[in-house]
C-alpha cells in the first residue's frame, strides 16, 4: 500500500488553468475507475471534488475536471479563483478492499 | 442535514487503547459503507480502514491491520473503531467517512476527533 505521487505543489494565476497529476501502479489506478480527488481547507472536513475519476458530484463547478491515463490521474482546475487555494488529494481502490491516498498537492492561487 | 460526528478522542499512552466513534445522521446509514481517514500533524490524508453497509466486507491499511478493529452498529447509526497497541505515530485526526462503497468516492466527511499518543 505505497502512497500515490503528487506534486508537493502548484500555482496558477487567477483565470488560468492548472493541473495536478496522481501517479500510481497498475494495482491501484490502472486496475480501477475508482479515482477521486479531494479538496481541503485547513480546519475543515475535506470535500469531494471528482470520483470514478471524471465525474463531479452536484454542487462542484464545472472548473473541476478530471481524467485518467495509465497509471496516471490528473486534476484539472480551469479559471482559478482564489478559493480554489487549498490543499488537494487524490485517492484510488487498490484492490482487496483497500485503499490509498497521495500524498497532496498544495495549490497557491498567485 | 446530512452529519457525521465524531467523538471519544483524546490523549493516551503507547501501548494503550482508544476507541472512537462516529454517529451519522441525515441519511440511510445501512445504504452506506463508511470509512476512518486519518490526518497526522503536518501530514496527508491516510486511508485507516473501511466497512461494508452490512460488515460483511472490511479492509484496513497495512500500518494498522492486527491493531485496529472497525465496526457498526446500524440500529443505532454508529461507526467504531477500537485501537489497540497504540503507538506514537497513530496520533492523528482521525475522520469518518461516508461512501457508496468500499472502493472510496467519500462524499461527507465529519469534522475529526484527535487522537495523541504520547508518555
Known amino acids: 500500500q505505497s502512497a500515490l505521487t503528487q506534486p508537493p505543489s502548484a500555482s496558477g494565476s487567477p483565470g488560468q488553468s492548472v493541473t495536478i497529476s496522481c501517479t500510481g501502479t497498475?494495482?491501484?489506478?490502472?486496475?480501477?475507475?475508482?479515482v477521486s480527488w479531494y479538496q481541503h481547507h485547513p480546519g475543515k472536513a475535506p470535500k469531494l471534488m471528482i470520483y470514478?475519476?471524471?465525474k463531479r458530484p452536484s454542487g462542484v463547478p464545472d472548473r473541476f475536471s478530471g481524467s485518467k491515463s495509465g497509471n496516471t490521474a490528473s486534476l484539472t482546475v480551469s479559471g482559478l479563483q482564489a478559493e480554489d487555494e487549498a490543499d488537494y488529494y487524490c485517492?484510488?481502490?487498490?484492490?482487496?478492499?483497500?485503499?490509498?491516498f497521495g500524498g497532496g498537492t498544495k495549490l497557491t492561487v498567485l | 442535514e446530512v452529519q457525521l460526528v465524531e467523538s471519544g478522542g483524546g490523549s493516551v499512552q503507547p501501548g494503550r487503547s482508544l476507541r472512537v466513534s462516529c454517529a451519522a445522521s441525515?441519511?440511510?446509514?445501512?445504504?452506506?459503507?463508511m470509512h476512518w481517514v486519518r490526518q497526522a500533524p503536518g501530514k496527508g490524508l491516510e486511508w485507516v480502514s473501511g466497512?461494508?453497509?452490512?460488515?460483511?466486507?472490511?479492509g484496513y491499511a497495512d500500518s494498522v491491520k492486527g491493531r485496529f478493529t472497525i465496526s457498526r452498529n446500524n440500529a443505532k447509526n454508529s461507526l467504531y473503531l477500537q485501537m489497540n497497541s497504540l503507538r506514537a505515530e497513530d496520533t492523528a485526526l482521525y475522520y469518518c467517512?461516508?461512501?457508496?462503497?468500499?472502493?472510496?468516492?467519500?462524499?461527507?466527511w465529519g469534522q475529526g476527533t484527535m487522537v495523541t499518543v504520547s508518555s
Open positions: 467517512a461516508k461512501a457508496p462503497g468500499l472502493y472510496g468516492d467519500f462524499d461527507v
Open positions: 441525515g441519511f440511510t446509514f445501512d445504504d452506506y459503507a
Open positions: 466497512i461494508s453497509w452490512n460488515s460483511d466486507t472490511i
Open positions: 497498475s494495482s491501484d489506478i490502472g486496475g480501477y475507475n475508482y
Open positions: 470514478e475519476v471524471s
Open positions: 485517492s484510488s481502490y487498490a484492490g482487496s478492499n483497500n485503499l490509498v
